[in-house]
Every structure is written in structure tokens, then in C-alpha cells.
């Protein structure tokens, strides 16, 4: 299991295949990708900042429980923080499992988990200032069903 939170920009293609390289015991991997959406094209870019030590054993926990809860073989989650602008990769969680409805299940927990929970703030940045992203009923309403 790998945790990164970082500033820099990863190589998606890269990472999705070294991590299926390694994996041992699965028969499938799942990966889902998360991008700086622009909605209107009203966002110059997004800041995110965090808590560093705090975000990492807040997410590393998460994934032991989804390794636990659908037996994962291995599980990768890569989350950046600063300065991103529209398209750019935000995040990224990668599951492998025996089969691919826990490899699936398991991506979609982490998910939801991320976006609800994982100590991050959002900012977003446009022509008429900066807003702090507030949390949505959504976002919480899909953490709850699991």
C-alpha cells in the first residue's frame, strides 16, 4: 500500500503500470483519476492545502480499512496539494484485488472517503476572487451508503 501527497504532477499512465507490475495475487486493478473540473470556465485554478503527517495517516488508515473490508492485494493513493489549474490532475487511487467487484468497490470507498473526509481544503481561484470549496450533501450522502 502506497500513500503520496505531494505538490508535483504524476504520470498517471506510468503509475497505473507500475503499480499492476507489482501487484501480486489480483486479478484485477482499477484506477480512477480526479481533475481539476472548470465549470463555466469561470477557474483560473484551485489550492489545496493540508496538514502534513495528518493527511497521510488519516488516508493511510482508510485504506486499511478497504484492504481489510474487500481484501485488497494492494492499494495506491496519490493526492497533490498547492497551486493546480483546470485539467490537471488532482488525485488518483488505485485498488487491486482477486476479483474485480471488490477491485471496483474498494476504488469507489476510497473515493468517497477523499472527497468527504481526507483532511483537505479547497480553494478556488477566478476572475472575481477566491472562495473556499464548502462540503456538499452529495459528497456525503455517497460516504454514507457504505
Known amino acids: 500500500m502506497r500513500i503520496a501527497v505531494q505538490s508535483e504532477a504524476f504520470d498517471l499512465g506510468a503509475e497505473v503500470s507500475a503499480f499492476a507490475a507489482e501487484v ?4 484485477a486493478v482499477v484506477s480512477f483519476t480526479g481533475l481539476v473540473r472548470d465549470e463555466g470556465g469561470r477557474l483560473s485554478a484551485m489550492e489545496i492545502e493540508h496538514y502534513p503527517g495528518m493527511t497521510e ?4 488508515g482508510i485504506v486499511e480499512k478497504a484492504a481489510r473490508r474487500w481484501s485488497l492485494a494492494d492499494a495506491l493513493v496519490i493526492h497533490r496539494h ?5 485539467g490537471e490532475a488532482i488525485m488518483m487511487v488505485a485498488t487491486a484485488a482477486p476479483h474485480r ?3 471496483f468497490a474498494a476504488a469507489e470507498f476510497l473515493m468517497d472517503y477523499l472527497k468527504s473526509r481526507a483532511p483537505f481544503w479547497k480553494k478556488e481561484i477566478g476572475a472575481d476572487g477566491a472562495e473556499w470549496v464548502a462540503a456538499k450533501d452529495a459528497d456525503e450522502d455517497a460516504l454514507n451508503r457504505w
Open 24 to 27: 501480486r495475487g489480483a486479478g
Open 57 to 60: 495517516k488519516a488516508i493511510a
Open 82 to 86: 498547492g497551486r493546480l489549474e483546470p
Open 101 to 103: 467487484a471488490d477491485a
